[in-house]
């Protein structure tokens, strides 16, 4: 016959009424530590609930005073709620001002963007040459023979001595070609030369560069040349095709000594700010080039 051991579950209740008599203690000994406090809050608590069940005149009065310095009270700290609300509106208007001026900024140079792209786009219908759209990549501003970089090249169909535009008139000749980039020989350059005209006049002369001043050099004292006066490339050039926009004449001024007058030009082109150009596959007529070399000179003996 098969016999069953007695069952061991322990009862729970002990361990319950341990814990509580536990925690009974600690509220004692809290109790007994503070013992002023705790009498003194009692006492407050007991006299502020006479007071607000007494009905007798001293009651009633200190009662409107404790009403009327609470809400002195409430009133002078109510401020603070109105500060962080005032705090955080003024965060949230400057975020919106600064989202606003990025806006703003974005506009104004999608504006600029736009304008100078239609000046570009009516430069592209005006000329009869096919372009090579470019920007530009990098500039060298700094020296007598100044520069720039276009982010096209030989792949792309350009090659040395095409000459290079944008919305302002001439901004130089390629100089250098690389498979994806090109060098620029800019208007401001020491090296650069190119035949130009005075459009009222037809007074033609030399475009260069002396370091310091754009020059219409190789006009004589009595051709007629006046400040205001456009100036475009002209026929003569083998190297830029006719009536590209140069500059505008800025001040003529008569040499001691010299048979020619200073004719000081103003660039049509901002080489600081150009960004977008074209490049025009125009390159000099080879026939012209070889008709126009000088003949060899025969040594004497």
């Not at 608590?45 to 409107?64: F, P």
């Not at 004292?221 to 400040?227: H, I």
């Not at 490339?233 to 007058?261: C, D, H, M, W």
Request: hydrophobic letters at 45%; aromatic letters at 6%; one cysteine or more.
């Amino acid at each position: 016959m098969e016999t069953r051991g007695p069952m061991c579950c322990p009862p729970s209740f002990p361990l319950i009424e341990s814990s509580t008599n536990a925690m009974l203690k600690r509220v004692y000994d809290f109790i007994i530590l503070f013992k002023e406090y705790a009498v003194l809050s009692a006492l407050l608590v007991i006299s502020l609930i006479l007071m607000a069940l007494g009905d007798n005149t001293q009651i009633r009065h200190i009662r409107s005073v404790v009403t009327v310095v609470y809400g002195v009270v409430q009133n002078q700290l109510s401020f603070i709620p109105r500060y962080l609300a005032l705090r955080s509106e003024s965060d949230m208007l400057r975020k919106m001002n600064i989202d606003l001026a990025d806006e703003v900024s974005r506009l104004r140079d999608a504006r600029i963007e736009n304008s100078r792209l239609r000046l570009l786009l009516g430069l592209r219908e005006s000329l009869r040459y096919p372009l090579i759209a470019g920007k530009v990549v990098g500039k060298n501003l700094t020296l007598l023979r100044n520069t720039a970089t276009l982010n096209i090249g030989r792949l792309d169909g350009v090659l040395p001595h095409m000459p290079v535009i944008n919305e302002g008139g001439l901004l130089g000749v390629v100089s250098a070609v690389s498979d994806h980039y090109s060098v620029v020989r800019i208007v401001l350059n020491a090296d650069f030369r190119a035949s130009a005209k005075v459009e009222r006049s037809r007074v033609d002369g030399i475009l260069a560069w002396d370091g310091d001043a754009l020059l219409l050099a190789n006009v004589a004292k009595t051709l007629d040349v006046k400040v205001g006066d456009s100036l475009v490339t002209s026929e003569y050039s083998g190297t830029y095709p006719p009536n590209i926009r140069v500059g505008v004449v800025r001040e003529v001024t008569q040499q001691a000594g010299s048979l020619f007058k200073r004719v000081v030009v103003s660039p049509g082109v901002d080489f600081v700010s150009a960004e977008d150009v074209f490049v025009i596959t125009y390159t000099p007529d080879p026939e012209r080039q070889e008709l126009e070399q000088p003949p060899p000179q025969r040594s004497r003996r």
